[in-house]
Nanobody, 123 residues
Framework: QVQLVESGGGLVQAGGSLRLSCTAS????????MGWFRRAPGKEREFVAG????????DYIDSVKGRFTISRDNAKNTVNLQMHSLKPEDTAIYYC????????????????WGRGTQVTVSS
């Protein structure tokens, strides 16, 4: 298991940008596929973006394609989510997660989770 801590959340107006970061410790970071999930008020947790161990492959849900970019820096044990053109429907708690498998949209395949960071987008 790897320990994960998210940062970078906050309040932003619609159309604005935020950059979320997740810092890992405890195990070899490059062994893990990384993902970002989010839980909006009154809704179930959903996959947002994922990235392979060396960063060569990425996956995004359709609603964030072209607006969000996931990246990682294995030397710094970090994974980032750059968010542009934010919409009120992006409001959620965003979670960083690590998997020992392959890039997946299934939350059960991720075995390490951060505590989340709040993103609020005002209209």
């Amino acid at each position: 298991q790897v320990q994960l801590v998210e940062s970078g959340g906050g309040l932003v107006q619609a159309g604005g940008s935020l950059r979320l970061s997740c810092t890992a410790s405890g195990r070899t970071f490059s062994d893990y596929v990384m993902g970002w999930f989010r839980r909006a008020p009154g809704k179930e947790r959903e996959f947002v973006a994922g990235i392979s161990r060396l960063g060569a492959n990425t996956d995004y849900i359709d609603s964030v394609k072209g607006r969000f970019t996931i990246s990682r820096d294995n030397a710094k044990n970090t994974v980032n989510l750059q968010m542009h053109s934010l919409k009120p429907e992006d409001t959620a708690i965003y979670y960083c997660a690590a998997s020992e498998l392959i890039v997946s949209r299934i939350s059960d395949e991720y075995n390490s989770w951060g505590r989340g960071t709040q993103v609020t987008v005002s209209s």
